[in-house]
């Protein structure tokens, strides 16, 4: 992490002050974190954040376009709030109850009652015993026994749906396995009818590779015309470059390339744009005077090859390389092509092409 000091020193060479800094997370709405103390504390995120920005400044965007173009990084120190769940409530078990139990429950002495309801299963509070609990015990166990049988029914009713679905199950196996023993049996007739058709299947294979050997040998018999073909070429374009060689050096003995040396007033006129990745205002017509003080190191008869580069004082992110091809025309006339091609913090961004007419400065 970086503190503002930090951050400041890192950001030192691209011009960018404390300022700057305060400006863009007030614009952007960025969040800084602090540590305990309230000092804020900068990531690389925010370092390369700043960067950028200063980068798109320099090319002339405003703040809600650069909005558009950069990510903003999250805030670290922000965690999403664990939520935990509520306990369950308690599920209360009832006892289970039996026949036997229910038709005890009206003749057990008092004495047994009691320890039957000192069972561990027993969850319902003991009732004082009050005239006529053994109407009541009757009632119940009768209505214990409707429950049972209704019980009865209920599963009676689910062993008839299973033996249904048990038949249904074994006519679908059934059905299986006779599709497989067909699937057999097909298969079967199948490897005889291979057994047949293999003698013809051979032929056909000698065929086809006795046509594909006819085409091998007449296809290697083009490639070695073809090879023969492209050695007497190669032979004619060798002779055509020692003839273009010899044409040059004669130039170059003929001609002295001291006479490039001088002050020239440069007029270019744009014929084209190669590219331009960040819609750099490239001048249409270009004026300017320079100077070639000494003897081209790139030089071919009359004609040169000089390459020069500007380094902007006024942004030091900023660079252009010039490469000047031009012909001597007579003593006071050069004429030409000039690519321009414009750099910015070493990447290249744009490239424009000029043809240019020098003339000599008195």
């Excluded at 690389?44 to 950069?70: C, D, M, S, W, Y």
Aim: a neutral charge.
């Amino acid at each position: 992490m970086y503190t503002v000091d930090t951050a400041l020193e890192s950001l030192r060479k691209y011009d960018i002050h404390e300022g700057d800094l305060l400006a863009w997370e007030r614009e952007l709405s960025l969040e800084i974190p602090v540590d305990e103390y309230g000092r804020k504390q900068y990531s690389p995120h925010h370092v390369n954040l700043f960067k950028n920005i200063k980068k798109h400044i320099a090319l002339g965007r405003t703040i809600e376009e650069i909005r558009q173009l950069i990510s903003l990084p999250p805030l670290e120190n922000s965690k999403p709030r664990e939520v935990r769940p509520l306990p369950a409530a308690p599920v209360q078990q009832s006892a289970p109850q039996t026949v036997a139990t229910a038709q005890s429950a009206s003749t057990v002495s008092p004495a047994a009652a009691k320890v039957i309801q000192k069972s561990p299963y027993a969850s319902v509070p003991k009732r004082p015993n009050v005239p006529g609990a053994s109407a009541s015990g009757a009632a119940n166990v009768v209505n214990l026994v409707h429950k049972l049988n209704k019980e009865k029914d209920q599963l009676y009713k689910k062993l008839l749906e299973t033996e249904k679905l048990n038949s249904h199950l074994y006519s679908a196996n059934s059905l299986f396995h006779k599709k497989v023993r067909d699937l057999t049996l097909q298969m079967q007739k199948l490897r005889e009818n291979f057994n047949e058709n293999e003698k013809f299947k051979l032929l056909d294979d000698k065929a086809r590779l006795q046509k594909q050997l006819i085409d091998a040998e007449k296809l290697s018999q083009y490639k070695q015309e073809e090879i023969l073909r492209q050695k007497m070429h190669n032979d004619d374009l060798q002779l055509q470059v020692r003839q273009r060689d010899e044409k040059i050096q004669a130039m170059r003995a003929a001609f002295d390339a001291d006479k490039f040396c001088g002050d020239w007033m440069e007029s270019g006129t744009l014929v084209d744009v190669v590219y331009d990745n960040f819609g750099i205002n490239i001048e249409p017509e270009r004026v300017r005077l320079f100077r070639i003080s000494e003897r081209p190191s790139r030089i071919y008869g009359p004609m040169a090859v000089i390459n020069t580069s500007y380094q902007y004082e006024t942004n030091n992110l900023w660079k252009r390389e010039e490469t000047l091809m031009v012909s001597y025309m007579d003593e006071q006339t050069l004429e030409g092509e000039l690519m321009a091609e414009y750099i910015l913090d070493g990447v290249p961004v744009a490239k424009a092409l000029y043809r240019v007419t020098c003339r000599r400065s008195q």
